[in-house]
């Protein structure tokens, strides 16, 4: 709390002082709790305006194009950082020393399995469901493994569902995969990197030797970092509120993956891929340039422009870094990646695109990524929660650490029906 203060006069003559928070970094926010003493609240639809919290993990200049975790550039984690040294950073404040690490990714190591019973759960689901639906509920089922060991309000408790959590998301995607296409699950191998675990878990079968190809590891790294955490969004605020109640962490976390499951959040680079499938090829990109550019048409450009970036999102720089070298290792040239390049050439160029900061974003580069590493579009958003989990939990972890567990209760504006008359239906 800062010594500024904010004075709010109405035009019935009403006056409130209101005190003024400022961050380490950004912007100021004023504190509205005094309002509803008074019979007032504040409206903000979509919360774009509103701090529902105070945190030390991300920080985020949409307009500067900056992108920080507990301080450090994103660039520099990605391009430098293994997933599990960010996820050290993300939960406990501080990159870890080699002896924290070497414990850390030992821990980490022995909770990679999960529970056999787990895997039957998974029959209960259609064989065409969709994985992000598979994964939204066998994460919350999760929840009926580790119940009654559970104490929230010990901190221990919370480092080891911390630790769980990160350690067993791989395995319940990669399980998400192998159900969807008949497959039988591949049991985690724990000599190997945590994004080569997951690609091995994905992709090896019983039949054949499996070899993790470098070049792939780490871009599947690069994106795991990327996607790590980025602040308040819909399904990190999602998670927040249901932990809010002292809910169960696990189902925290599949509320989470519920709220990223949309088009507009998590499953963008599944629509990104949908909508390059859709051009087909580079000779009808003018047609949809056209279409884009036309107030009065629906379609939407997917994977430019950012809720956030009004700038080139910084994520997207080393998304597009490892798309180049991901496409040049596998020497793909198909028409898809060929339309996605023209793509992200005309928006770097077009005056269109420029003045209106619509610069191709993480979620198109890691779409096309994926696409050529074999990963079916379904299965996009899966990856994103895995990746995102460590974020989810770290915010959950924050709220019991920093002691701010108050249940969120959103107020409204009512523009409903005044009070009527019941009568009784006529006979």
């Given at each position: 709390m800062s010594n500024l203060t904010a004075k709010l006069t109405l035009?019935?003559?009403?006056?409130?002082?209101?005190?003024?928070?400022?961050?380490?970094?950004?912007?100021?926010?004023?504190?509205?709790?005094?309002?509803?003493?008074?019979?007032?609240?504040?409206?903000d639809p979509g919360l774009m305006s509103t701090a529902m919290c105070r945190s030390e993990i991300t920080y985020i200049d949409g307009d500067k194009g900056i992108l920080l975790h507990r301080g450090y550039p994103i660039h520099d984690l990605a391009m430098n950082a293994d997933y599990l040294e960010v996820a050290y950073l993300l939960l406990y404040g501080e990159r870890p020393d080699q002896k924290d690490y070497n414990e850390f990714t030992q821990v980490i190591r022995q909770h990679t399995l999960v529970h056999e019973q787990l895997s039957r759960f998974f029959h209960g689901f259609r064989r065409d469901s969709h994985p992000m639906a598979v994964m939204c509920g066998v994460s919350g089922a999760l929840a009926a493994f580790y119940h009654n060991v559970l104490d929230v309000s010990d901190e221990e408790h919370r480092n080891l569902t911390a630790l769980r959590l990160l350690a067993k998301m791989p395995t319940l995607a990669a399980m998400c995969y192998k159900y969807s296409i008949g497959h039988p699950f591949m049991f985690p191998q724990n000599h190997l990197s945590y994004a080569g675990n997951f690609l091995y878990m994905m992709f090896a079968t019983p039949c054949e030797p499996y070899q993790v190809n470098p070049v792939l590891e780490k871009a599947m790294t690069r994106i795991f970092i990327l996607h790590a955490d980025h602040e308040q969004n819909a399904s990190t605020s999602t998670v927040r509120t249901a932990a809010s109640s002292g809910s169960n962490p696990f189902a925290c976390i599949a509320a989470g993956i519920a709220s990223l499951w949309g088009p507009t959040h998590g499953g963008a680079n599944e629509a990104c891929i949908k909508m390059l499938e859709e051009i087909g090829s580079v000779d009808r990109i003018p047609e949809f340039i056209e279409k884009a550019k036309d107030k009065n048409d629906p379609f939407r450009l997917m994977g430019f422009g950012h809720r956030v970036y009004k700038n080139y999102d910084p994520?997207?720089?080393?998304?597009?870094?490892?798309?180049?070298?991901?496409?040049?290792?596998?020497?793909?040239?198909?028409?898809?990646?060929?339309?996605?390049?023209?793509?992200?050439?005309?928006?770097?160029?077009?005056?269109?695109?420029?003045?209106?900061?619509?610069?191709?974003?993480?979620?198109?580069?890691?779409?096309?990524?994926?696409?050529?590493?074999?990963?079916?579009?379904?299965?996009?958003?899966?990856?994103?929660?895995?990746?995102?989990?460590?974020?989810?939990?770290?915010?959950?972890?924050?709220?019991?650490?920093?002691?701010?567990l108050k249940i969120v209760r959103p107020r409204q504006v009512y523009t409903g029906h005044t009070q009527r008359e019941f009568n009784q239906l006529a006979e």
């Open positions: 035009s019935d003559g009403r006056e409130f002082d209101l005190p003024v928070h400022q961050g380490s970094l950004g912007y100021d926010a004023i504190d509205v709790q005094e309002l509803s003493k008074n019979h007032l609240f504040t409206f994520r997207a720089k080393v998304m597009r870094e490892t798309c180049h070298e991901v496409l040049q290792e596998l020497g793909i040239k198909t028409q898809l990646l060929k339309v996605a390049m023209e793509l992200e050439r005309i928006a770097l160029t077009d005056e269109y695109f420029i003045e209106r900061n619509l610069y191709p974003n993480v979620d198109f580069y890691s779409g096309i990524i994926l696409k050529a590493i074999g990963i079916p579009v379904s299965m996009f958003t899966v990856i994103f929660a895995l990746a995102r989990t460590v974020g989810w939990i770290a915010h959950w972890k924050e709220m019991y650490d920093f002691g701010t």
